[in-house]
């Protein structure tokens, strides 16, 4: 089944501490994103992927660092969290650059950083 | 900067009526716009997605409309069902940028009363 899966879908934590949220998506799309959700703000883009090895800034980059070692996967890293950072973290991919297919998300990832 | 807005922000409607939820966006240079569903603690599923060349979209009981021009699309849900109750959002995909930009909406809370 072609999906994109997170991991883990619950995560709480404390300030300073550094985790990683994990990304794999099965379908060999080439661009990968990750995405932040909170209310009033709706959904904003962090990073994006336009394949291995290339990365770049979203709207929200900022406390965030992402990878892109493999087509498949592709991890926000947290290196020390801090409370404004609890929100509902969704990947996301595609094959061709976000133009022309829809985009495919995994269920979400609800950190809370207290 | 782009900007996309939804209206209404809730829609509480009975059991087989035909609904429009709205969309509106401030920028008519897009490559495509998407309207996608999402339902409590899930991800987002697409629904419709529709090229900027293009007028509208169905499917099934779909139909989603694009009006470039004015910076309008609508999504149009006939003989609704209780299944359909979740939040509908779109989002464009913006040219006046140096990467695939995603622009969310708020989203449309709807509701479908058996």
């Given at each position: 089944e072609a999906q994109v899966t997170q991991n883990p879908r619950y995560l709480i934590t404390v300030t300073g501490k550094k985790l990683t949220v994990t990304c794999s998506q099965n379908m060999n799309h080439e661009y990968m994103s990750w995405y932040r959700q909170d209310p009033g703000l709706g959904l904003r883009q962090i990073y994006y992927s336009m394949n291995v090895e290339v990365t770049d800034k979203g709207d929200v980059p900022e406390g965030y660092k992402v990878s892109r070692k493999e087509k498949r996967n592709f991890p926000l890293i947290?290196?020390?969290?801090?409370?404004?950072q609890t929100s509902l973290y969704f990947c996301a991919?595609?094959?061709?650059?976000?133009?022309?297919?829809?985009?495919?998300?995994?269920?979400?990832?609800?950190?809370t950083v207290t | 900067?782009?900007?996309?807005?939804?209206?209404?922000?809730?829609?509480?409607?009975p059991e087989g009526e035909n609904l429009v939820l709205n969309c509106s966006f401030t920028d008519s240079a897009i490559y495509n716009l998407q309207w996608f569903r999402q339902d409590p603690g899930k991800g987002l599923t697409s629904l419709l997605l529709?090229?900027?060349?293009?007028?509208?979209?169905?499917?099934?009981?779909?139909?989603?409309?694009l009006d470039k021009s004015s910076g309008r699309s609508t999504l149009y849900i006939a003989a609704s069902q209780p299944g359909d109750s979740a939040t509908y959002l779109?989002?464009?995909?913006?040219l006046k940028t140096s990467y695939d930009k995603v622009i969310f909406g708020p989203g449309t809370s709807l509701s479908v009363i058996p």
């Open positions: 947290l290196e020390s969290p801090s409370p404004n991919s595609n094959p061709n650059r976000g133009r022309g297919s829809p985009l495919h998300f995994g269920n979400g990832t609800r950190l | 900067k782009q900007e996309v807005t939804q209206i209404p922000a809730a829609l509480s409607v529709i090229q900027s060349s293009q007028r509208e979209q169905t499917s099934g009981r779909l139909n989603a409309s779109c989002a464009v995909i913006s």
